[in-house]
């Protein structure tokens, strides 16, 4: 398949911009292409066309907007294959999640598209005479800015949100897997969608984001991406008074409870360490074994890893693809040093693999100190740091013991035990005896340093809309 041409979208129009950042398969190093740079008087325009495109698209009805979006979201499903070949070309993942990500992304967008039909205000009773209406309208225009690791579903939740409340968007995803929102926005542009209402831009991200973080036109925030690069974005709209939304890092803690199904705990902890090379926030990263169970654990886990299939992408059978860039290899390579220096126990994996790529197989670390690199910061690949924990009481404040607090996982059949999690853990989303985090339907984010602010479900179309109340005497 022919990698897409990498423009701009802004006013409805797709603009050239000068070939400057080349765009790498990360399965073989081939080039694929190029992502154009946006220099200041184009980023002036994109800033315009929001402008103009809000204007517009705030006064629509919402079952005008609704029926578009659905549109898009039809062409997108049919374009299904498409947009998952150059997700894997560019980003790396399996074939198969490449797929499950396109279907997940276009029912992020239905499911926003109707909800926008449902932001409902509300009327406060009053005297006779005398009306306290509360309206909840568009917030404005909305700075975007989407990951490297989820370049379908990241965008879906930033462009369904805005578009679904009534506003118009500038979306900056990252340049190292520009085409699937290329791909993305053409079938919005082919729903029929009105110009400047979706904008699409790349470039130097200080640039782009200093730059329309500062323009009193920009009503909203919202990033996907690391805690340092979100602080400092949202120090950068607090300067201007300008709300966020900040979907940050996590370290997601697993408990396995000594009562849990151990086998079925072990075959889903290692299918969704492996899930996108480990490159995902709500990733499980520390898994916290009662002692008991523990070398029970252990050894189902390795027995699952040892099953996967690590290769390209492109293959049906892969399971486990490339890290996306040099930078992720790197990475997986000192935590795995530190964590072996303090005395954890090397169990699987912890080599890059021969031959070209950026290959690394899962890496299982047993008994990890609680000062190990591992426990402490994002690992955001495919290790897995277990730890035997002599109790819940310790499971849960280990678990606690960092500033991350997105997504959590536990094992265990005791709804006392379900109980107490719900109440103890520190996250924004905790799954129990499952794996998934988050779905459309559902409000996704974290507390503390892992962000503020909701995206999916009812809550998710909240930072795009301002509270109004009209209130009217007639007496």
Same mark, same amino acid.
């Given at each position: 398949?022919?990698?897409?041409?990498?423009?701009?979208?802004?006013?409805?129009?797709?603009?050239?911009?000068?070939?400057?950042?080349?765009?790498?398969?990360?399965?073989?190093?081939? =080039?694929?292409?190029?992502?154009?740079?946006? &220099?200041? /008087?184009?980023?002036?325009?994109?800033?315009?066309?929001?402008?103009?495109?809000f *204007?517009?698209?705030?006064?629509?009805?919402?079952?005008?907007?609704?029926?578009?979006?659905?549109?898009?979201?039809?062409? @997108?499903?049919?374009?299904?294959?498409?947009?998952?070949?150059?997700?894997?070309?560019?980003?790396?993942?399996?074939?198969?999640?490449?797929?499950?990500?396109? &279907?997940?992304?276009?029912? =992020?967008?239905?499911?926003?598209?109707n909800?926008?039909?449902?932001?409902?205000? %509300?009327?406060?009773?009053?005297?006779?005479?005398? !009306?306290?209406?509360?309206?909840?309208?568009?917030?404005?225009?909305?700075?975007?800015?989407?990951?490297?690791?989820?370049?379908?579903?990241?965008p *879906?939740?930033?462009?369904?949100?805005?578009?679904?409340a009534?506003?118009?968007?500038?979306?900056?995803?990252?340049?190292?897997?520009?085409?699937?929102?290329?791909?993305?926005?053409?079938?919005?542009?082919d729903?029929?969608?009105? /110009?400047?209402?979706?904008?699409?831009?790349?470039?130097?991200?200080?640039?782009?984001?200093e730059?329309?973080?500062?323009?009193?036109?920009?009503?909203?925030?919202?990033? !996907?991406?690391?805690? /340092?690069?979100?602080?400092?974005?949202a120090?950068?709209?607090?300067?201007?008074?300008?709300?966020? =939304?900040?979907?940050?890092?996590?370290?997601?803690?697993?408990?396995?409870?000594?009562?849990?199904? @151990?086998?079925?705990?072990?075959?889903?902890?290692v299918?969704?360490?492996?899930?996108?090379?480990?490159?995902?926030?709500?990733?499980?990263?520390?898994?916290?074994?009662?002692?008991?169970?523990?070398?029970?654990?252990?050894?189902?886990?390795?027995?699952?890893?040892?099953?996967?299939?690590?290769?390209?992408?492109?293959?049906?059978?892969?399971?486990?693809?490339?890290?996306?860039?040099?930078? %992720? $290899?790197?990475a997986?390579?000192?935590?795995? *040093?530190?964590?072996?220096?303090?005395?954890?126990?090397?169990?699987?994996?912890?080599?890059?693999?021969?031959?070209?790529? $950026?290959?690394?197989?899962?890496?299982?670390?047993? %008994?990890?100190?609680?000062?190990?690199?591992?426990?402490?910061?994002?690992?955001?690949?495919?290790?897995m740091?277990?730890?035997?924990?002599?109790?819940?009481d310790?499971?849960?404040?280990?678990a606690?013991?960092?500033?991350?607090? $997105?997504?959590?996982?536990?094992?265990?059949?005791?709804?006392?035990? =379900?109980?107490?999690?719900?109440?103890?853990?520190?996250?924004?989303?905790?799954?129990?005896?499952?794996?998934?985090?988050?779905?459309?339907?559902?409000?996704?984010?974290?507390?503390?340093?892992?962000?503020?602010?909701?995206?999916?479900?009812?809550?998710?179309?909240?930072?795009?809309?301002?509270?109004?109340?009209?209130?009217?005497?007639?007496?």
């Amino acid at each position: 398949m022919t990698y897409p041409d990498i423009d701009m979208l802004i006013d409805g129009r797709w603009i050239d911009g000068a070939a400057a950042i080349p765009v790498t398969d990360p399965a073989t190093g081939t =080039i694929l292409g190029h992502a154009p740079a946006i &220099d200041a /008087p184009t980023l002036a325009d994109a800033v315009a066309a929001a402008t103009r495109g809000f *204007a517009v698209w705030r006064d629509t009805p919402p079952s005008e907007r609704c029926r578009i979006m659905l549109c898009a979201t039809d062409l @997108i499903r049919a374009r299904r294959e498409e947009i998952a070949t150059i997700m894997t070309l560019e980003q790396g993942k399996p074939i198969v999640q490449a797929r499950a990500e396109v &279907d997940r992304a276009a029912d =992020i967008l239905a499911w926003d598209a109707n909800e926008g039909c449902r932001v409902y205000g %509300r009327i406060i009773p009053a005297a006779p005479g005398l !009306t306290h209406s509360v309206l909840r309208r568009p917030i404005g225009p909305v700075a975007a800015f989407s990951p490297w690791n989820f370049p379908a579903s990241s965008p *879906a939740r930033k462009i369904g949100g805005a578009l679904a409340a009534g506003c118009s968007i500038i979306l900056k995803p990252s340049e190292e897997t520009p085409g699937t929102a290329v791909l993305m926005a053409r079938a919005f542009q082919d729903a029929g969608l009105p /110009p400047g209402v979706l904008n699409l831009v790349f470039g130097n991200p200080a640039h782009i984001s200093e730059t329309l973080i500062s323009q009193p036109e920009i009503r909203l925030v919202t990033f !996907t991406g690391s805690i /340092p690069v979100g602080r400092h974005l949202a120090s950068l709209a607090g300067a201007q008074m300008k709300p966020t =939304i900040m979907e940050l890092g996590g370290h997601g803690p697993v408990i396995i409870c000594k009562d849990a199904d @151990i086998e079925r705990a072990a075959r889903l902890c290692v299918t969704a360490k492996a899930r996108n090379a480990g490159q995902v926030c709500v990733a499980p990263t520390r898994f916290l074994v009662e002692a008991p169970v523990h070398a029970t654990f252990t050894d189902a886990v390795l027995r699952h890893a040892a099953t996967l299939v690590t290769g390209n992408g492109m293959d049906e059978a892969t399971d486990l693809g490339p890290l996306a860039n040099p930078r %992720r $290899l790197a990475a997986m390579e000192a935590f795995v *040093a530190d964590a072996t220096e303090r005395g954890a126990d090397l169990r699987a994996g912890g080599t890059r693999l021969d031959g070209p790529g $950026l290959f690394y197989p899962l890496t299982v670390l047993d %008994r990890v100190p609680l000062e190990a690199r591992a426990m402490q910061e994002e690992i955001f690949g495919p290790i897995m740091a277990i730890r035997p924990v002599a109790d819940i009481d310790e499971a849960i404040a280990t678990a606690n013991a960092t500033d991350y607090a $997105l997504a959590a996982y536990a094992f265990t059949r005791s709804a006392r035990t =379900i109980d107490r999690l719900g109440r103890a853990l520190d996250c924004g989303n905790l799954a129990v005896n499952h794996m998934t985090a988050s779905l459309p339907e559902t409000p996704f984010g974290g507390e503390r340093q892992s962000g503020h602010g909701r995206e999916g479900g009812t809550e998710g179309l909240d930072g795009y809309t301002v509270t109004r109340l009209v209130s009217v005497d007639t007496r």
